[in-house]
């Protein structure tokens, strides 16, 4: 049902924006959305708090409470910040909208209602992206976007009502990345690979921090995973950076959608050259960094005490971003970072010399080839990089996996890992671990993974690439002798070669029957 619910909407939503441009369009419904959620999860938690505060057997009861006490209570804002619900004026709730929808200036009415959230919610300033008044919309269609967006979200508790909305805001995330092309996988990774990552690293508790956030999606998968190992959302905490102030803005909505609580530093900045976390040291890093930017070094990076491996090279931030991760992690702490695969091998400017640095201090874990097309928005091939910042177990090896015949076509032109797939790359690192995650012993797997003593490594050249190290896959020997194999095959062939020239000389001889010679 949410399939269909979520197909439909998208299809509604596509159809309303007639010749708008993907990317404008995408903040208009993806802001008409959050602000749909935020007005329903408050109205929500106040018809709770109506019915306990009349409900003797509750700790909120208030006794000989009549309307006019109920209703003053109702007012006090500490009620819904203790859930983690906006407050939510009255002139701003999704009703009074809907009431407007057909209103010429409904666009102004929105952002008015958007800058009473923002003043009543200063964790929202300078978050919700007041556009609507000058969105370039055909007449009327901003008014039935606001009546579909009213379909969403009619769940039986807040709870059902988010889990939906959430839903359909990452649906629509991916939807549109489609749409845009190459510039929308700029702020969505796709779910499959932030899965893939999560699975590894296994973030249960601490401090989570993705240092080029997008649109939040790493942070998202990270609160299911801990929900679904019986974890509660707010075992971790969530901090982010990201420099596109729209997708930063994306972000803040994508995780307050989801009452997951954040710090996505005071501005969307630069990760190197505005570090809005710098004395953070987290548990887990998530990150899948632009690939290969070129225009990323500043003056002001030289001699940067992040460059303990040795200074990246100006025209690509690969190993910048790698140094960057190790830099903010804590002793205990683990890395997954998607990058391209030229990351692994290029021995271009310094990146050999930081490669093997990094591979001799021991803080390379597990390196994965992934399958081409995975991606919406490159056929770059990429791979995934776990770093640690201090090994306790496994020192001094490498675990390699190549992971290129996984995944199922889901277009014509994207791959995606199954569910199967991806705990079958999980179980192999836990097994590998031994860190109590999976039941299963490790075993290397000719063709899929090996583990690698750094020794073997160096005599690569510090290469990383697992098809190098994995080796080929087991073939099934069937204890024929090749030639007499070959004898049999050539007899075969030469049977159905004469069986195809039989077949050609009895359609020749049919087709002259009816005149056509040839």
């Known amino acids: 049902m949410i399939e269909d619910i979520k ?16 990317a404008e369009y995408k903040h208009v419904v993806l802001g008409l959305i959050f602000l749909k959620y935020i007005s329903d999860t408050f ?43 906006f407050w939510v004026p009255e002139a701003a709730r999704w009703e009074s909208l809907r009431s407007q929808a057909k209103q010429a200036d409904i666009g102004k009415r929105i952002d008015d209602a958007l800058t009473l959230i923002e003043t009543e919610n200063p964790k929202l300033k300078g978050i919700l992206d007041k556009r609507y008044a000058r969105v370039h919309l055909p007449d009327g269609k901003l008014g039935e976007l606001v009546d579909l967006i009213s379909t969403i979200g009619f769940g039986e508790s807040g709870q059902s009502a988010r889990d939906l909305l959430g839903q359909v805001y990452e649906y629509f995330l991916g ?31 601490g401090q989570v921090y993705d240092p080029c956030c997008g649109s939040g999606g790493m942070f998202v998968q990270s609160e299911r995973f801990i929900e679904a190992h019986g974890g509660k959302i707010g075992d971790v905490s969530i901090y982010g950076q990201e420099s596109n102030p729209t997708t930063w803005r994306l972000a803040a909505m994508n995780l307050a959608i989801r009452g997951i609580d954040f710090n996505l530093g005071k501005e969307p900045a630069d990760t190197f050259v505005r570090d809005q976390h710098p004395d953070l040291r987290a548990d887990f890093i998530l990150a899948n960094p632009p690939f290969n930017v070129s225009d990323w070094w500043h003056g002001s990076l030289d001699g940067d005490p992040r460059w303990v491996y040795g200074t990246p090279p100006q025209g690509n931030a690969n190993y910048a971003w790698l140094q960057h991760m190790l830099h903010h992690l804590k002793p205990t702490g683990r890395a997954g970072i998607v990058l391209a695969n030229g990351s692994m091998s290029s021995s271009q400017n310094s990146e050999g010399d930081i490669r093997r640095a990094m591979v001799e201090a021991d803080k390379v874990e597990v390196m994965v080839a ?35 015949k996984l995944g199922t076509m889901i277009s014509r032109v994207q791959i995606e890992f199954t569910d199967e797939d991806i705990k079958i790359i999980g179980d192999t690192v836990h097994a590998w671990r031994g860190d109590g995650e999976t039941d299963a012993e490790y075993a290397d797997v000719a063709g899929f993974c090996r583990s690698v003593k750094l020794a073997e490594i160096a005599e690569h050249g510090h290469v990383l690439t697992p098809g190098r190290y994995v080796g080929a896959e087991a073939v099934e020997d069937d204890d024929e002798a090749f030639v007499e194999k070959m004898q049999r095959l050539t007899e075969t062939l030469g049977e159905q070669m004469a069986k195809g020239a039989e077949l050609d000389a009895l359609i020749r001889q049919k087709l002259g029957g009816l005149g056509y010679d040839f």
């Open 370 to 404: 992934l399958p081409g097309q995975l991606f919406f928005n490159t056929q770059i091939p990429a791979c995934l990089w776990f770093l640690v910042k201090q090994k306790t177990k496994r020192q001094g090896e490498v675990l390699f996996i190549d992971a290129r």
């Open 175 to 205: 939807q549109f990345a489609n749409a845009e092309g190459k510039r929308g996988g700029q702020f969505y990774t796709p779910a499959s690979i932030v899965k893939t990552l999560v699975e590894v690293l296994a973030p249960h508790h």
């Open 43 to 85: 109205q929500t938690r106040r018809d709770e708090l109506t019915r306990r505060f009349t409900d003797s057997a509750d700790s909120y009861y208030l006794p000989d409470a009549g309307a006019s006490l109920v209703a003053e209570e109702l007012e006090d804002r500490d009620y819904y910040r203790e859930v983690n619900v």
């Open 7 to 22: 197909k439909t909407l998208w299809a509604t939503a596509d159809k309303l924006r007639a010749n708008m441009d993907a």
